[in-house]
């Protein structure tokens, strides 16, 4: 018996489809098991348990805390329309709710050193990147905001349901301190029980040259990649190692007598994340983690594709299907355009000819495609070819003016301070987004990070970027001076407020941004996202 964790914090917005994967294949192989969702549950229990704080320390006294105060009064109104679709008909009153939600998460800790929000969790004096801090969260596991609610939880669970194995799936910097803190509990109070680590960040760790375990004693097995094989491998079953349909009945399914049966993602209805491919299909990029990490690219075939998705979707009714691949294959984009999954659809896709075509724009928009996020990264076309990117700026454009007309919203991503890009190479980009601003729905604005270790950081002069013996990336002397303070002056001085651009730059959902950004394509094309009511003023 092993009980699978999602821990603190990611976004609530979605089941965690790592884990919704893992249990489709212990469930085929009939293995015992049990799903956590301790990220939802968490902030729920967070907020639930607030009690109306309204005050805060300034200067020599208390004054009163009016934002905090109201968060309070309207936390039920305002959770109510996040997880309602009439939430999510005007902008202005749909931030103010998750502004006013996120008030009460960075109050619920009484703590200035530590920040809970809606899609983070850092404590001022820990790092992720450092194993000794990890290894402090452990051992005083009681200082985590989340002690009352994972002690409590997690002791109900392992006296229910005697586990063997408890799985924590750790995949982004924002877990990490809290995945430790409860694993220390775990092995504090049980301390037969075997703790196994995997998800992205782990892999990420265990990729890096020299990795050594610095946690003896607290985390029983590392799993790096895809974990199904390995994770049916050390729960002592030789099951085969073919794909397995994701399993959400755990996220969707909760008994009336759980302590947390209320509990709900904050979306209008729920959203079912599937991903069609582990690694990238094109995995040529320069300072690609995934070609850094050695992940090779694995798709499920396009017939199992639209099958896995019609049961699924047939079986859940999501209101939204999130294809959550790297890049969603040419291959697999023919093949929701002839076979719909059954319900609206987005994901991220690379800028290719195929998609510059009208009429194949128009099959995936039939399909239920509402949204495709796309990585244009610049406007620069030298600063594109030497990233090795593959991708033309005229390309672009047509991919942009054919998702326009066919009333598929864009979702723009751009990477600023790249080793190739120049101050004048970010004012072609600048230039590029501003004449195409009527055709881009929404754009994200990056600034470039070095990762750490790999074949592309030979020639640059780098240098820790921060302390830790976990780092992932690097900071490095660009080669022409266009270093990251340029860059941030450059985006907050001259990009964000071009005329063109910032209305683009506003619409983003607050704290959501992705997530929720298909559910307000009404504004930006020619289609409203379906089964949600009319856009009201406010």
């Not at 995995?283 to 699924?312: M, T």
């Not at 290719?352 to 928009?365: G, H, I, N, S, V």
């Not at 864009?410 to 600023?416: A, I, Q, R």
């Not at 780092?471 to 450059?490: A, E, I």
């Amino acid at each position: 018996m092993i009980l699978l964790i999602h821990p603190p914090i990611v976004r609530p917005s979605e089941p965690p489809p790592g884990l919704a994967v893992l249990a489709g294949t212990l469930q085929h192989h009939h293995v015992a098991f049990d799903v956590l969702d301790a990220n939802l549950e968490g902030i729920w229990y967070l907020l639930k348990n607030f009690h109306g704080l309204t005050s805060e320390v300034r200067g020599k006294g208390m004054v009163r805390d009016t934002w905090t105060g109201r968060a309070y009064r309207h936390l039920h109104r305002n959770l109510s329309w996040l997880t309602s679709p009439v939430g999510y008909t005007n902008m202005n009153r749909y931030s103010r709710a998750v502004r006013d939600v996120q008030r009460i998460l960075e109050k619920s800790s009484h703590s200035k050193r530590t920040i809970v929000s809606l899609a983070n969790y850092s404590d001022a004096r820990f790092s992720p990147l450092r194993s000794a801090d990890l290894a402090y969260c452990a051992e005083n596991h009681q200082e985590s905001p989340f002690s009352a609610y994972f002690q409590e939880r997690l002791s109900q669970l392992i006296e229910e349901r005697q586990p063997d194995w408890v799985g924590f799936s750790l995949n982004y910097l924002s877990q990490a301190l809290c995945t430790f803190s409860m694993t220390g509990f775990l092995k504090r109070q049980y301390p037969s029980l075997r703790i196994v680590l995997g998800g992205g960040l782990v892999t990420s760790w265990m990729r890096r040259p020299r990795w050594r375990d610095s946690f003896h004693g607290l985390v029983d097995a590392w799993i790096a990649g895809p974990a199904e094989q390995q994770l049916l491998a050390l729960l002592e079953n030789r099951g085969d190692s073919l794909r397995r349909a994701p399993s959400y009945d755990s996220f969707v399914s909760r008994s009336d007598a759980e302590q947390f049966s209320h509990a709900s993602y904050l979306s209008p209805g729920f959203i079912l994340p599937y991903s069609a491919s582990s690694g990238c299909y094109w995995g040529k990029c320069s300072f690609c983690p995934e070609r850094a990490e050695r992940n090779p690219y694995r798709p499920v075939s396009s017939n199992d594709l639209i099958r896995e998705l019609g049961e699924l979707t047939s079986r859940t009714a999501p209101v939204l299907i999130h294809l959550v691949d790297n890049a969603l294959s040419p291959l697999h984009l023919a093949a929701l355009a002839k076979r719909p999954p059954g319900a609206p659809w987005y994901g991220f896709a690379r800028v290719t000819p195929e998609l510059a075509d009208q009429d194949f724009c128009l099959a995936l928009k039939q399909s239920g495609c509402v949204m495709l996020q796309l990585g244009l990264e610049s406007g620069d076309q030298a600063v594109l070819d030497a990233l090795n990117k593959g991708i033309k700026l005229e390309t672009s454009s047509g991919v942009l003016k054919a998702m326009e007309n066919a009333g598929i919203a864009s979702y723009v991503y751009l990477l600023f301070g790249t080793p190739a890009e120049t101050h004048e190479a970010a004012r072609h980009t600048l230039r590029f987004a501003a004449a195409h601003a009527s055709l881009i729905s929404f754009l994200n604005l990056a600034i470039f990070n070095l990762p750490a270790f790999g074949p592309d950081t030979a020639g640059l002069d780098t240098e820790e970027f921060y302390d830790g013996d976990l780092l992932l990336y690097r900071s490095f002397h660009h080669p022409d001076g266009w270093h990251r303070n340029n860059v941030r002056q450059f985006l907050d001085r001259e990009f964000r407020r071009h005329p063109a651009i910032a209305p683009i730059l506003h619409r983003d959902p607050f704290v959501f941004t992705s997530s929720h950004a298909p559910f307000f394509v009404g504004a930006n094309t020619r289609h409203a996202f379906p089964g949600l009511p009319k856009p009201c003023p406010d």
